[in-house]
């Protein structure tokens, strides 16, 4: 598949690991967070969401934290799985906008 | 279960001809989005509309067009295409109404586009 990202910073986790993401956003107007997964060749899927009036949201195997003060957004995933390889990436969305604010991602490989 | 459909797949185009790539949803949502992906950046916004019949620029809408043909279908154009133009392509959709959003957009698999 094209690479999205020739020189993504990459992160490399034992399989059964705990991994974590990290993102840093631009805008203090934002007030909703979004994580991605994009697979080569495929198109982002969304993760989990965030809205500013929380620090932290649960799903299946992941967790997502928000910290407005040093404006940092992290993704937590639990025992990383071969599946879980891709490239991630956040996206900020101003308030009262349709305008998101990408970020360029990190590659997560996970090691067998 | 199809989502967000988009075709073609690839295209490659030469210099200062044009083509147009479609894109369908079958979630019933109000918003829908055209992004271009290119190495080393984040998703930029060409074009979006906010709902049937309206449509806006986003950051980079410089040579394209789009039309919003009706609730389920948004399409970009390219009149003349430029090798600067060569990038993959996606759509989205969200739920977003109003002047806001605060919805996940949902993607399709992307357009392949080369510009020779």
């Known amino acids: 598949g094209e690479s999205v990202g020739l020189h993504l910073p990459t992160l490399s986790v034992q399989e059964g690991d705990n991994s974590i993401i990290n993102c840093a956003y631009s805008?203090?107007?934002?007030?909703?967070f979004i994580w991605y997964k994009q697979e080569s060749g495929k198109g982002p899927q969304f993760i989990i969401d965030?809205?500013?009036?929380?620090d932290k949201r649960q799903g299946q195997r992941v967790t997502v934290l928000l910290n407005k003060t040093v404006k940092h957004l992290s993704l937590q995933i639990a025992a990383t799985q071969p599946g879980d390889s891709a490239v991630y990436f956040c996206?900020?969305?101003?308030?009262?906008?349709?305008?998101?604010?990408f970020g360029t991602g990190t590659r997560l490989k996970v090691l067998a | 279960n199809a989502g967000v459909t988009q075709t073609p797949k690839f295209q490659v185009l030469k210099t200062g001809q044009s083509m147009t790539l479609q894109c369908a949803q079958d979630?019933?949502?109000?918003?829908m989005y055209w992004y271009r992906q290119d190495p080393g950046m984040g998703l930029r916004l060409i074009y979006y509309?906010?709902?049937?019949?309206?449509?806006d620029k986003g950051e980079v809408p410089n040579g394209y067009n789009v039309s919003r043909l009706n609730k389920r279908e948004f399409s970009l154009r390219l009149e003349s295409a430029a090798p600067s133009q060569t990038s993959v392509y996606f759509c989205?959709?969200?739920?977003?109404?109003?002047?806001?959003?605060?919805?996940?957009?949902?993607f399709g698999d992307g357009t392949r586009l080369s510009i020779l």
């Open positions: 989205a959709s969200s739920e977003g109404t109003g002047g806001s959003s605060n919805q996940p957009q949902h």
């Open positions: 805008n203090s107007a934002s007030d909703y």
């Open positions: 965030i809205r500013s009036n929380m």
């Open positions: 996206a900020e969305n101003i308030s009262g906008t349709y305008k998101y604010i």
């Open positions: 979630m019933n949502h109000n918003s």
């Open positions: 509309s906010a709902s049937e019949g309206t449509t």
